[in-house]
């Protein structure tokens, strides 16, 4: 499967972005799907996990009850919904999935196969 990053940009803090992963080339239904993200001179850090269905959702605790996971296998396109941004959320984006991965790993990076080129969120203050 090809996964395709996509509507990063430049938002004021406390503004709004989503960000859309768009799969072709499999079947995206058969794929768990994670968003990570990594900012400049630090590692790349889990943000959210989708299972194949929908549910369940994860999420990393500093983005709780502010970023929100969604998926339409239909259209073959996992969402990342950012509200109240922060600043410290500024970093390259990147979706990732995996038809394998079990759900003890989900946070782990080294655990999926396929790689989206990532889309860059600036956050400023």
């Known amino acids: 499967v090809q996964l395709q990053a996509s509507g990063g940009g430049l938002v004021q803090a406390g503004g709004s972005l989503r960000l859309s992963c768009a799969a072709s080339?499999?079947?995206?239904?058969?794929?768990?799907v994670a968003w990570f993200r990594q900012a400049p001179g630090k590692e790349r850090e889990f943000v959210s996990f989708?299972?194949?269905?929908?549910?369940?959702?994860t999420y990393e605790d500093s983005v709780k009850g502010r970023f929100t996971i969604s998926r339409d296998n239909a259209k073959n396109i996992v969402y990342l919904q950012m509200n109240s941004l922060k600043p410290e959320d500024t970093a390259t984006y990147y979706c990732?999935?995996?038809?394998?991965?079990?759900?003890?790993?989900?946070?782990?990076?080294?655990?999926?196969?396929?790689w989206g080129q990532g889309t860059l969120v600036t956050v400023s203050s």
């Open positions: 080339g499999g079947t995206f239904r058969n794929y768990r």
């Open positions: 990732a999935a995996d038809r394998q991965i079990i759900s003890s790993s989900k946070r782990e990076a080294r655990q999926y196969d396929y």
């Open positions: 989708i299972d194949r269905s929908g549910i369940p959702t």
